[in-house]
């Protein structure tokens, strides 16, 4: 597998609108940080899964030179990890029908949100439609020979997925990771893991926390993701052991 870092900023991205810190006025790309999504590839069946549609989706698939979605994942329905979904109609344009699977509630507010992509055709005026099949998660899945397995993780007032794909974990907005989780993650290659700040959050994972909840599921290598303007990429890529680094949008990994 691939596993391509569209982006690891947060729901305000980097640099933040009217901020003069100095990651915000930062030159070193890897400070500046679209809102989180990824993208993996399956080398084995040459299929690609999205894993959230983030608010800069357009801007990171034309960054990117991405062609081709196969499936759509989504963490959660938090406004910055679906609010891109309308442009997968290009995507739907090209291939036809796209499946994307979310949590029973996430795809209940996904189907309200975008309700007129799910509606009957002839009841939209004018414009494109995203033609997408949303299915809600009841256990693992099998996308492309692939075996996907939620995991139920605390974020504030909700639950989102987290998902263990083999030898990735991709885990994105939570607070903490709960023991259940923490056993079907062992023997990983790669844990994707939310690190907000340095400062604790109520509904994120502070540095410090993500680097504790690392250590205890053991990874091969370990990368935070959805970092804030008060994170700088390389003192943070210093203060972090070899094994544990800040990923940065574009990153590509294989796993």
């Known amino acids: 597998m691939e596993l391509l870092f569209l982006g690891t900023g947060t729901s305000h991205g980097v640099p933040m609108i009217g901020c ?36 800069d989706l357009r801007q990171q698939m034309l960054r990117e030179r991405i062609a081709r979605v196969d499936a759509v994942l989504f963490t959660h329905h938090h406004a910055d990890h679906i609010l891109g979904l309308d442009d997968i109609r290009v995507f739907t344009d090209l291939q036809g029908r796209i499946d994307c699977y979310a949590s029973p509630a996430s795809a209940e507010r996904i189907r309200t949100v975008f309700s007129y992509a799910f509606a009957a055709p002839d009841s939209y ?7 997408l099949n949303l299915k809600p998660i009841d256990g693992h899945i099998d996308l492309f020979g692939q075996r996907i397995i939620p995991l139920r993780l605390p974020h504030g007032a909700i639950t989102v997925f987290g998902y263990r794909i083999g030898g990735l974990g991709y885990l994105t907005d939570c607070k903490t990771v709960p023991d ?26 502070s540095i410090e926390e993500a680097i504790d909840v690392a250590r205890k599921i053991g990874a091969r290598r370990t990368f935070f993701t959805h ?9 943070l890529a210093a203060l972090l052991p070899p094994d544990i680094q800040p990923a940065y949008d574009g990153l590509r990994l294989s796993i």
């Open 20 to 55: 003069d810190c100095a990651v915000c006025r930062s030159t070193n790309p890897r400070n500046t940080r679209t809102r989180t999504s990824a993208i993996l590839r399956l080398r084995r069946s040459n299929s690609s899964i999205l894993i959230d549609t983030s608010i």
């Open 125 to 131: 005026e004018g414009g494109g439609l995203p033609r």
């Open 180 to 205: 259940e989780a923490i056993e079907q993650l062992h023997g990983l290659d790669v844990l994707v893991l939310d690190a907000l700040r340095h400062r604790p959050h109520p509904t994120h994972l």
């Open 227 to 235: 970092m804030c303007h008060r994170v700088e990429h390389e003192e």
